[in-house]
């Protein structure tokens, strides 16, 4: 095409995105100080430390060819239950998935904390791996829905994330396994490749296996109609019940292994029982809304999405049929996973930050939600991106960002949140079960709130260049977002062109 006239270029016909890219800096910073502290300053505590020396044992028994009661200690007794606590076995408690990591290390002759810091390492790569995925997902969900790519990364990034991706616990590997097996359904990744990830995200955890079950089916039915016919149902339907029975399978063997025991044995201890149904109803509340373990507080961006989503979702009332009930199902789930935490001695996994047990659950559930929205939700999302109280809502997302700046010094913050002090004293649960649960809400109802801490960060160098990096990540991806749901390039015609002075050729 030329141009006619008096040669003046013509204005392009629409607005351009090729700037956005400069908007992505802030969270890439961001990352990049995730990955430093990851790195340089990891935190080696946790129940990770209880793997990888209970990987070594793993290894010890294996050579001697010992392949039950691994987790008898020099003493004779097996790891349980004690006076005052956890005897230390030698193997542990702990779910399958990070020993699996860590044995091959072991066996090579790495050490304790070398193995720590590998685990971290890889955790710090699932929360890459994770929000690759959510942008990369949401552009090949569906024509329109290319929006909802930097809002779902926002989410991630903006996120109790953060502080688990610098710790060795597995969480942030879990959540790129329940990812990947969300969006390998949605696509219609190879069968073997689909019962891999659901094999590796059944023992992530014991408990997983039938959320991973339901993870799937909300998977296949928010397919496109042409991609959840009964024809391709057993492609999706077979390698899920076949990865799920062998991670059964191995959790069972695992159980085996190290207890003689089909079960858990370790767990399975009375006082570990659901405590009632008072504490279970409130332990249930304090997961949602309690100031130091409700996913309100320590993931509000999480919250919004699925609100925002939900919005859009058919009403059962309105519209009859499957399609109008199981976009619901996403809430059904989080509720199970919630409840059944509730039934738990420790609901939030602590000695963490926030509801760690929770978290693995939520972005597969997010990105599940958006898929069920569709068109609808993706044009509610558009109109919200376009209005003035976008800004209002992003301000408020970013202070709740700058709470996550305790992965910067989180030893100080958990020193501080969990020392002892009345009615919280150092009485563990087998001695004294009533005073351990009312410690328990004592710390997630009406302690300080430990998101103050993250905010103390800000007066550090550092936590002001990672404040400002937050404060950028909330501006620059809603504005990305904020992009992606303007008008789109539609095919030009000929009256079109002529108006704007070109010509075709």
Known sequence: MAPSGSGRRPEPLTSTRSGRWWWLLPPALLLGIVGWRAAARPLLVGDSHGVVIGAQ??????????YTWCDRRPDGLIGGRGATGFRRGAVGQFPLLQYVLAVPLRALGMGALPTLRAL??????????????????????GPGLAAWGPVLA???????????????????????????????????????????????????????????????????LARPAPERTRAKLPRVAGPVLLGALAGSLANVGFNVFRFDSLRNTTYLQAPYGPPGLSIESRMFGALLVSPNGGLLWFWPAAVAVLAIAACAW????????????????VLGVLAAELAGLALWYSPFGWIGWGPRLALPLIPPLLVLAVAFAGTGGAQLLGRLLRGRGIWLAGAVIAVAGVTQLAFLDPQPVLRRFFRPAAPCVRRPIE???????????????????????????????????AAL?????????????????????????GPTLARHGVQRP
């Open 154 to 220: 926002l989410s991630l990034i903006v996120s109790p994330l953060l502080w688990y991706s610098t710790v060795p616990f597995a969480e942030v590997l879990a959540v790129a396994l329940l990812l990947a097996f969300v969006t390998a359904v949605l696509e219609g990744w190879p069968p073997v490749a689909l019962a891999v990830l659901v094999l590796f995200a059944c023992v992530a955890k014991e408990t997983n296996p039938p959320f991973v079950l339901a993870l799937g089916a909300l998977a296949f």
């Open 469 to 493: 990096a937050v404060v950028g990540t909330v501006a620059g991806l809603l504005a990305v977002a904020r992009c992606e749901a303007g008008p789109r390039e539609e095919p030009v015609d």
């Open 431 to 465: 001695v004294d079960p009533p005073g351990y649960y009312r410690c328990l809400q004592h710390l997630a109802w009406r302690r300080r709130p430990v998101l103050l801490d993250g905010l103390r960060q800000v007066a550090t160098p550092l936590g002001l260049v």
């Open 314 to 329: 058919p009403r059962p009332r309105r519209a009859g049929g499957w399609r109008s009930v199981a976009p619901w199902a």
């Open 57 to 66: 044992h793993v290894v010890d028994c294996l050579r001697h060819g010992q």
């Open 120 to 141: 971290i390492l890889l955790d710090f790569a699932a929360l890459l791996a994770a929000v690759a995925l959510v942008w990369r997902l949401a552009r090949r969900l």
